[in-house]
């Protein structure tokens, strides 16, 4: 059973932006420390955005802070964490993963804290 879905990914001309969205149950949307990683091409996975659960607050990796902006949903229809992606470079180009790891006081930029993960979406950037 897909517990976390990304959707969202595609391909986009340098400086253009993208919406990622990551669809989940409410329970991992409400318990649950909600982060954004990718992994480039030959390239280890690497951390992008967290998100913590109830107040919505990011912590964001120093590559994107100020063109990227994680959020949740608070549509109580809905549990979806979106990331929303401007200025877009091309050593953006990654598959993206969301993620989501038991809150305990801290949501953090570690991805062996996160314990469930989607099956990814590509975004590829060109120059």
């Known amino acids: 059973q897909v517990q976390l879905m990304e959707s969202g990914g595609g391909s986009v001309q340098a400086g253009g932006s993208l919406r990622l969205s990551c669809s989940t149950s409410r329970y991992f949307f409400n318990t649950h420390c909600m982060g954004w990683f990718r992994q480039a091409p030959g390239q280890g996975r690497e951390a992008v955005a967290v998100?913590?659960?109830?107040?919505?607050?990011?912590?964001?990796a120093d590559y994107v802070k100020g063109r990227f902006t994680i959020s949740p949903d608070n549509d109580n229809a809905k549990a979806t964490v979106y990331l929303d992606m401007d200025s877009l470079r091309p050593d953006d180009t990654a598959t993206y993963y969301c993620?989501?790891?038991?809150?305990?006081?801290?949501?953090?930029?570690?991805?062996?804290?996160?314990?469930?993960w989607g099956r990814g979406t590509p975004v590829t950037v060109s120059s």
């Open positions: 998100v913590y659960p109830g107040d919505g607050r990011g912590i964001y």
């Open positions: 993620a989501a790891g038991r809150y305990n006081l801290y949501c953090r930029l570690v991805d062996e804290e996160y314990t469930t």
